[in-house]
Each structure stands twice: as structure tokens, then as C-alpha cells.
């Protein structure tokens, strides 16, 4: 069983919320999120203490739906990183307190697909509305404008603490000090990461592999399916390729994992 991202711990009167890992997994655990956090909605008050490089997108915006229910009483806490979806979860609530030391970043959703040019062209539209989405919640939420606001997320922006509250991204500055990271894994997945927030994996786990496959613009289905029982082909086929898929590159993917994983 894979370690959960998050975890949630009630006390008396109050709740804490901690997102300390990749936001989600394809879908799945967004529900188990709404349905954790509908057992504390009662409380007085609710922490949210965040320190994650993002995730995926559509799980993202399920729990930031989820976390409005509870806005009223939500204070939310940048331990290190907010960066891409996370940057999104934190606006769920009115007060956003940065630790010194962490960072906020936005930037455009991407995604990979795996199809026919039409496959490949709803995808495109399907990123164009959630990018709207995103723009106007960040719009919202800090007062800037629409043009600077994309203008940020192109260039794929990475706020300091301080940075973040002149641009309204978060709303208060802690004297607590924290270090912003990011594994090198997901870093990997950005364009403008500091080099000095860059932190090196320990070891290769199934769900980088998955992660790793997704990004090579496999389904989750088809990675999961993958690891399981490796590349299927026909005898009378490569085995780096079946149908119009070439796996070269996924290959080459589950090698370097696999060594990391034997140890060699």
C-alpha cells in the first residue's frame, strides 16, 4: 500500500491538515480526502499545513472544492512548498501564512496523451479550460490581474515568502522559518526550480515508476498494468513496441528505476 500525501488529526476543538507529498493519485484519492475531512468539518477551527510540489490537477481541484466548506475557519500554513496544485489547495483559505524560507509557485497545467491527432487536440482544450480555471481562481483570490496572472504562469513563477504576500498569494509572513524544497523526481517536471532548493532522491519507488510512465504519456490504468506484467507484443513483433506505440523511451524509464532499485 502506497503512503498516503496527507494525513488528518482531530483534537478537541481544532484540526490539523498536512499535504506533505505529490497531490493525489490520478483521481483516486481525492475522495478519500473529502470524505477524511467531512469527519473534522465540525471543529472550531482547521490548520492546513502545506509543503508539497503539486500533483494532479483534477484531484487538486476536488480538494480545494472540499476545503471551501470549511473556508470560514481554515487558516492555511506554507511550511515549505506550494508549488503548481498546491499553490491552488492553499487559496482555500482567507488567511495563508507563509513560512520564511518557503515558496509558492504557479505555473500552466500540462499533461501528456498518448492517440490520435484528435485524441491529442481535446487534451489541448481540455488543459486551455483548466487553465482559465486556474487564472481565474488565483485572479480572485489575490486581486492581480488577469494579464499578470498569466503572464506568471507561463514564465512558470516561483514566489518567496515574501514575494507572495506583496502579490497577495498568501496573506501573512510567520517569524517560524522553513527551508523550501523539492525532490529531484519532481523537479524534474519544472523549467525554473532554484538549484538551491533542488533535493536529491533517496531510492526509486513504484509509484516514481508510475509517475515516470504517465509522464511518458501512458494512462494510469496502462502503467499500473505495465509494471504489473511488463510490455505485452506479439511474437512476431519487437518488444519495444506494440500497436503505434513505440516504449522505447518507457524502457529506458523502468531500466534506470530498476537499477535504482537493485541497487547497481
Keep these: 500500500m502506497s503512503k498516503k500525501w496527507y494525513r488528518i488529526q482531530a483534537k478537541d476543538d481544532s484540526a490539523d491538515i498536512y499535504i506533505y507529498d505529490y497531490i493525489g493519485m490520478w483521481g483516486v484519492e481525492a475522495g ?25 490537477v483534477f484531484d487538486g481541484m476536488a ?14 500554513h506554507v511550511m515549505g512548498l506550494a508549488a503548481s496544485m498546491a499553490s491552488v489547495i492553499m487559496l482555500a483559505g482567507d488567511t495563508r501564512i507563509m513560512y520564511q524560507g518557503a515558496m509558492v509557485m504557479i505555473h500552466n497545467p500540462w499533461g501528456g496523451v498518448s492517440g490520435t491527432a484528435s485524441e491529442m487536440r481535446e487534451t489541448a482544450d481540455l488543459l486551455d479550460k483548466i487553465t ?5 481562481l488565483y485572479v480572485n483570490a ?32 510567520s517569524e517560524q522559518e522553513a527551508a523550501a524544497s523539492i525532490k529531484n523526481t519532481y523537479a524534474k517536471k519544472y523549467h525554473n526550480v532554484p538549484s538551491d532548493i533542488v533535493e536529491q532522491d533517496s531510492e526509486p519507488t513504484i509509484r516514481t515508476a508510475e509517475d515516470a510512465l504517465r509522464d511518458a504519456g501512458f494512462s494510469n490504468v496502462r502503467a499500473k498494468a505495465i509494471l504489473a506484467k511488463g510490455f505485452t507484443h506479439r511474437d512476431d513483433e519487437e518488444p519495444h513496441r506494440e500497436d503505434d506505440l513505440d516504449f522505447t523511451e518507457a524502457l529506458a524509464i523502468l531500466d534506470e528505476l530498476t537499477k535504482g532499485l537493485e541497487g547497481k
Excluded at 470524505?35 to 492546513?48: E, F, G, V
Excluded at 480545494?64 to 470560514?72: E, F, G, I, Q, T
Excluded at 488577469?146 to 504576500?165: C, H, L, N, P, V
Design 32 to 56: 478519500n480526502f473529502t470524505k477524511d475531512l467531512s469527519t473534522i468539518q465540525s471543529k472550531a477551527k482547521i490548520n492546513l499545513y502545506i509543503n508539497s510540489p503539486g500533483g494532479d
Design 63 to 76: 480538494i480545494y472544492n472540499a476545503l471551501l466548506r470549511v473556508k470560514s475557519k481554515l487558516t492555511v
Design 132 to 136: 482559465e480555471q486556474i487564472v481565474n
Design 142 to 173: 489575490t486581486g492581480q490581474s488577469e494579464d499578470q496572472i498569466r503572464g506568471w504562469m507561463k514564465a512558470e513563477t516561483w514566489f518567496s515568502a515574501e514575494e507572495s504576500i506583496e502579490h497577495n498569494f498568501s496573506t501573512e509572513l
